[in-house]
């Protein structure tokens, strides 16, 4: 058994953040951050507005595309970096307020890799018998862990969700898959604080990173990465139909497009107007491909992502 994608979702927030925005907090300029980054804007969540509240409207509009019920969804894993509450998880959260039956919830917390560590922990279950019908969405609400005086990182990141609802089949649908970590750079990319490690009195939790250091890993590991997918599954130039990268920066998806030799006409972008979304830029990206109609039923996908921890994951996907 095999799962295929039935229906693709995505929500952003209304409020829009200028990089002229930003020039007004920080010392940056929006030729800075174009020429650095390919960023030019991102969505920022209303106050109260909730990762769970973005997963819900991503969701609802995927299962509309799915045209299901949302009964028949008997699985949901969540990639998040940003949950509402220690718990219940993101996934109990949308369970309640989609009027989805018991089924089994959860959320998978690997940073901007979190989207294909929850695809690939659904498409298990689904070969394995154990689910039908899973929805997968990457939701975040990045903006709550910026600390919005330091430029070296407010000026990537942004707020979003998307979903996919998947279906068992006899066919992949999802071909191969591949996940990756390695904690001992957890340094490079982390948040100075959380739970069980409050933060410093009167402090909220913020992201830190060394943007240099990790930009050289994730080229260097992205381009693993690549190599490993066109290796394992024998293929050749053009093969690929859509390259879905995280965006994180366009000067490292075009580094493993580059890899992959891929023309850019061939990798769907967001990250000019999403920022750098964390668990929700793949599944954004995606949907944006299939709505538009590059994407087509029967077109051959690469997923890749890298992020915090390090976690790097990839999914290579018959559409
Ligand atoms: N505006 C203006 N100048 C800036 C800004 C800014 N916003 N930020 C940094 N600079 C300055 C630096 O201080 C430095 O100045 P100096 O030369 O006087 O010291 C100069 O610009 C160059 O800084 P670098 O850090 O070397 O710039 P770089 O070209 O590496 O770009 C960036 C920085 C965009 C952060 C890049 O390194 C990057 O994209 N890194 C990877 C991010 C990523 O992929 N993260 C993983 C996913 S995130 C997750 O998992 C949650």
């Not at 699985?75 to 998880?89: C, K």
């Not at 750079?185 to 009195?201: A, E, K």
């Amino acid at each position: 058994m095999y799962s295929r994608i039935i229906g693709t979702g995505r929500y952003l927030p209304e409020r829009v953040m200028t990089n002229f925005d930003l020039e007004k907090l920080v010392d940056t300029s929006d030729e800075w951050i174009r020429a650095r980054t390919g960023i030019s804007e991102r969505h920022i969540a209303a106050e109260g507005e909730t990762t769970s509240d973005l997963a819900s409207h991503a969701a609802r509009n995927a299962i509309d595309a799915a045209g299901v019920e949302p009964e028949s969804i008997d699985m949901i894993v969540v990639g998040t970096t940003t949950p509402d509450l220690v718990f219940p998880n993101v996934g109990c959260l949308l369970q309640e307020r989609l009027g989805i039956g018991a089924c089994p919830a959860l959320s998978v917390e690997t940073a901007c890799s979190s989207f294909i560590y929850a695809l690939t922990v659904a498409d298990q279950f689904v070969r394995t018998g154990l689910a039908k019908r899973p929805l997968v969405v990457g939701a975040e609400t990045m903006s709550r862990i910026i600390d919005w005086t330091d430029r070296e990182t407010c000026v990537l990141f942004g707020d979003g969700a998307g979903a996919v609802v998947l279906d068992a089949a006899s066919e992949p649908g999802i071909i191969f898959s591949s996940l990756g970590a390695d904690g001992r750079y957890r340094q490079l990319l982390d948040t100075d604080s959380g739970i069980s490690q409050p933060p410093p009195d009167g402090k909220k939790t913020s992201l830190r990173m060394k943007g240099n250091e990790v930009f050289k890993v994730a080229v260097r590991t992205l381009e693993g990465m690549v190599d490993e997918v066109i290796e394992k599954n024998n293929l050749k130039q053009g093969d690929i139909d859509w390259f879905v990268p995280h965006q994180a920066n366009l000067r490292i998806i075009a580094a493993t497009a580059k890899r992959l030799k891929i023309p850019m006409e061939r990798v769907i972008l967001t990250v000019a107007e999403h920022g750098n979304t964390s668990a929700a830029s793949i599944p954004m990206a995606l949907d944006t491909g299939i709505r538009d109609g590059r994407i087509k039923r029967g077109d051959l996908l690469l997923l890749e992502a890298f992020g915090g921890g390090f976690t790097w994951g990839s999914s290579l996907i018959r559409y």
